[in-house]
């Protein structure tokens, strides 16, 4: 079945340490993001990207890097430049720009620091 | 600016019952998109519903409806005789050229659901 995979489903950070979350998509999908929760808001992007080797900062991507080497995957990097990463993070990709089109989600990374 | 309210933090219904989540939305554009998504204890949220702006058709699909009023800017969902399966977070959604978010999408905070049997 075609789809996202978001690994791991929990993941603890430890003080100064960078931690990548990982995101695979074997839709065909060109466009990737990452969303951040906290509990009670609404989905915040922090980043995305809509064709390998390309992406754009969202609303809230300090403290957060990506890479998009392949078309499949999109992971994200969360740094210790990031003071506050508890949250529950979403992947999710598109067929093309997030404009008009839905979007199709992983079951997310729930991210606490130790 | 863009900005979708969903007032509703959390609504509490018996099993059966018809239940109305509200979202409303502003946003400067003519044409634009508006979106639920269902986001059940699993987490992975759950593509519902898209409507675009030059379409004021209310749509049924089962036990769920959706009434689009652009002259209150509301978009609203409707569950007929609810089901514990139900139970989730509801987010509503707008997408529009000028841009609320990076990406031109913008979400509500979301309502929890819950359908008690």
């Known amino acids: 079945d075609g789809g996202i995979t978001q690994s791991p489903k929990y993941l603890f950070r430890k003080e100064g340490q960078n931690v990548t979350l990982s995101c695979e998509q074997n839709l065909n999908h060109d466009a990737m993001y990452w969303y951040r929760q906290d509990p009670g808001q609404g989905l915040r992007l922090i980043y995305y990207s809509q064709i390998v080797n390309d992406f754009q900062k969202g609303d809230i991507a300090e403290g957060y890097s990506v890479s998009r080497e392949k078309k499949e995957s999109f992971p994200l990097t969360v740094t210790s430049a990031q003071k506050n990463p508890t949250a529950f993070y979403l992947c999710?990709?598109?067929?093309?720009?997030?404009?008009?089109?839905?979007?199709?989600f992983g079951s997310g990374t729930q991210l606490s620091v130790l | 600016a863009q900005k979708v309210t969903q007032a509703q933090t959390e609504i509490s219904v018996v099993e059966k019952e018809d239940v109305t989540l509200d979202c409303v939305y502003e946003t400067r554009d003519t044409t634009y998109y508006l979106f639920w998504y269902k986001q059940p204890p699993s987490g992975e949220l759950v593509f519902l519903i898209r409507?675009?702006?030059?379409?004021?058709q209310n749509e049924i699909s089962g036990r769920y409806s959706w009434n689009f009023q652009k002259s209150t800017s509301s978009f609203n969902f409707t569950i007929t005789a609810s089901q514990v399966v139900d139970s989730a977070v509801y987010f509503c959604a707008l997408s529009d050229p000028s841009g609320g978010g990076a990406d031109g999408l913008t979400f509500g905070k979301g309502t929890h659901l819950i359908i008690q049997p």
């Open positions: 409507r675009n702006s030059f379409d004021e």
């Open positions: 999710a990709s598109s067929t093309s720009g997030p404009y008009n089109e839905k979007l199709f």
